[in-house]
Every structure is written in C-alpha cells, then in structure tokens.
C-alpha cells in the first residue's frame, strides 16, 4: 500500500479546519453572554480543547477506533494506549490504511472530540466552576463520546456490523449522533442538575457583541466544510458532495430561522440569522453524503424552523439552557438523524426505500439519548456532590470572569465590581 499525498493533504487541511471551529465557537458562545462573562464562556471552549486534546492520544483513539472491542460498546482503552501501534510499523514507515497514514486520522478524529465538549458548555453558562468543568470534560469524554464514536463508527452497535444493520444501514455521515445528539442531551442533563442562574426569566440576559456571534457563526461555517467534507475520508466527489449539501443545507436553514422569527416576532434578527447557521450545520452532519442538495434545502429549513421555536421550551419547562444547545444542536441533530429515514437518495421513504431506513435512524437517535442521558446524569450528580458545580452568588452576579480568572474584557466591568466590592 502506497501513500496517497492527496487523500493525506485534503484530511490534514480538514483536521486543521475542524480545530478551527472551537475557537469559532468560543466567539459564537463568547458574544451571546453577558459582559461580564465572555472570558469565562471562552475559556470554557479552550480548557475543552486542553483536556481532550491530551485524553485523546492518551486512549480516546484506542477507545474509539481499537480492535478489540468490549461488547461493541468501546474499544480497549489500553490496546493503542498512548498510540502505541498506530505511527510506525515493524520496518519503521508510517501505519497507512486506504493510503491514509493513520496518525493523520487521530488528528482529524481529536478534533471532532474536542468539539463535542466543547459544544456542552454553552448550557451552563455564566455560573460554574472552571475547575469542576474541566474534570467533567475529562470524564465525559471518556464515558460518553469515545463510547460513542465506536458504536458508530469503530464497529460497534450502532455501526453497519452492529444489530441494527439488519434492519437497514445506520447512517451518521459525520456525527449527528456522536456529536450533536450527544452533546445536545448532555446540555439538557446539565442544564437541570445544575440549576438556572440568578435572575433567569426574571431580568434580561442579553448578548454582549452580536459581531463576535456572527463572526464566531462564520467560522464555525467555514470549519464545518472540515467537519463534513473531511468524513469523506477523499478529496473526491463524496466531498463535494457533502461540501455543496452543507452550504445548501446552511443557507436554507437561515431562511428558515428568519421566516420564523419574522412571523413570531416581527424581527429578522442577527442573533436569529448566526443561529440559524448553526442550526443548518447540525441537521446536515449527519446527511451531507447521503441525501441530494434538493433534499439538503429540505433538512436545512425544516432545521431552521424547528430550532427557532424550540429555543423557547427552555422557558416554558423552566430549564436554563443559557445558549440553545437544547434548541439548536439537540432537535437539529435529532431532526437531521430522522431525515435520512425520507431523504438518503439510496434507502429512504421518499425514494422508493420503504421505511426500515427510517426504523434505523430513529432506533440510533434513541439509543445515543439513553446513553448520554444515563452518563452525563450519573457525571454529573456525583461531580454535585463533590466538587461542586456553581460558583459564589457574588461571583456569579459580579463578575466570573474576575473571580475565577482573576481578569475581565472591558475595563468598565473590572471597575464596576471593584465599586461593588468596596461598597459592600
């Protein structure tokens, strides 16, 4: 087997693009809290990307991609432990597989895992612990998204070798399961354990830099084309594909969000217009593939209808979910999961497949909640009553960012709570 210069260039551009986007999130996530808080909410992205991005040459490669498999659950932690086997073979040339070295696919594949972190902590915004954050970052990651990435895509129970195939193949081109249902019932799980801020439906929490969101949407944009068209695993036509089908899906999402809001609110906003990209982008993760860029305008309105109005449950059942991972990745996630059962060009209902397509995709989209749910409840009761989630009420209604972080992003910020401090 010969090395395959392009297929390893086009995967390390894709790694490098994906890597870009939790950054592009830390903007997204930072601009739509308060003032106060922006540094907090940006760090909490990048302590993400310290943690994992050490777990994960450590033994998420082994966990999610190891041959020996424990039950089809997840991969033996300790057989590429460290990466042993996966850089250099017995004549000391890199590993390939398919002409792809595979460190380049540990690369690509640390960066979806990053991500999905990452992703979870706009749900707790504005009022937890660095620290407890950080552990729990480690600790998910380990029992939920590794877990995950191997019964779907290491040849697990969720993957084309798992009991479902012989229903009809799972689908999750790049992760509507592994990354975003995950992620987004993990949110929901957290976001009632640990409880609603001060002042929540009460005052108004506005965001602070609607440019920093939409810079951090565009962004996130440009990274997807990582995120999807990377999963082709090929600078090829399966890329393109999933390239044209992510910005197809992205666009009509917008429409979407802003046709809803207009209705709704009489205001097509920008916070409205950031958000309905991400929507688009979630819905389409899973189907860039797999559907047509006619059924891609289908899942991206459709996405940006759903997401707009789910954004508003968190106030209706009283959950804190303080940037919409719920309404955003969660129901576009779940939403572009379940599209597939009508839309896969090869197998879906609406194109003479019958409907073992859609039993499939709905029986996978049901399992990653039990298993997220279960996981991130258990994490995150114990890490409750241990560590401790919330912050001081002080440093909560002051300022987190100076009381954790010991720095604040606008001066006026530093000096009002030194003024408050000294009042009180």
Do not use: C
């Amino acid at each position: 087997m010969e090395l395959d210069t392009g297929v390893t260039a086009w995967m390390l551009t894709s790694a490098s693009l994906v890597l870009l986007m939790t950054p592009g999130l830390a903007l997204f996530y930072g601009g739509m809290v308060r003032g106060k808080s922006v540094l907090n909410m940006m760090m909490m992205s990048f302590g993400a990307m310290a943690v994992v991005g050490v777990i994960y040459v450590l033994w998420g490669w082994s966990m999610s991609y190891a041959d020996g498999s424990v039950a089809g659950l997840f991969g033996n932690p300790f057989e590429q432990f460290g990466l042993a086997g996966t850089i250099y073979d017995d004549a000391g040339e890199f590993v390939l597989s398919d002409g792809l070295p595979v460190i380049v696919d540990v690369g690509f594949q640390a960066t979806f895992a990053i991500i999905t972190v990452a992703l979870i902590s706009g749900a707790l915004a504005e009022r937890v612990k660095f620290s407890t954050w950080l552990v729990f970052s480690g600790l998910w990651v380990t029992l939920s998204y590794f877990p995950m990435a191997h019964m779907v895509w290491g040849g697990g129970l969720l993957s084309d070798d798992g009991p479902f195939a012989s229903i009809a193949d799972p689908i999750d081109f790049a992760g509507g399961t592994v990354v975003h249902i995950n992620a987004g019932v993990a949110a929901l799980v957290l976001a009632i354990i640990v409880g609603k801020r001060k002042g929540f439906g009460k005052e108004p929490m506005r965001p602070h830099n609607l440019p920093f969101v939409m810079l951090g949407a565009a962004l996130l944009w440009f990274g997807w084309f990582g995120f999807n068209a990377g999963s082709a695993y090929g600078a090829d036509g399966a890329a393109g594909l999933a390239w044209v089908n992510t910005t197809t899906a992205t666009a009509a999402a917008i429409i979407g969000w802003l046709i809803t809001e207009k209705i709704r609110d009489g205001h097509a906003t920008s916070l409205g217009a950031a958000s309905g990209v991400v929507a688009g982008l979630v819905a389409i993760t899973p189907a860039a593939g797999d559907v047509s860029p006619l059924g891609a305008i289908a899942v991206g309105i459709i996405a940006g209808a759903l997401s707009a109005l789910a954004v508003g449950l968190k106030y209706r059942f009283g959950y804190d979910d303080s940037l919409d991972v719920v309404g955003v990745h969660l129901v576009a996630g779940l939403w572009g999961t379940v599209a597939l059962g009508f839309l896969a060009t090869g197998s879906g209902l609406f194109y003479g497949g019958g409907v073992n397509q859609l039993i499939v995709q709905v029986l996978i989209a049901l399992v990653a909640i039990a298993i997220s749910a279960v996981v991130t409840a258990v994490l995150g009761l114990l890490l409750k009553a241990t560590m401790g989630w919330r912050v001081s009420e002080d440093a909560e209604v002051n300022s987190i960012d100076l009381a954790v972080h010991g720095e604040t992003a606008y001066e006026n910020i530093a000096q009002g709570t030194v003024v408050k401090e000294v009042r009180a």
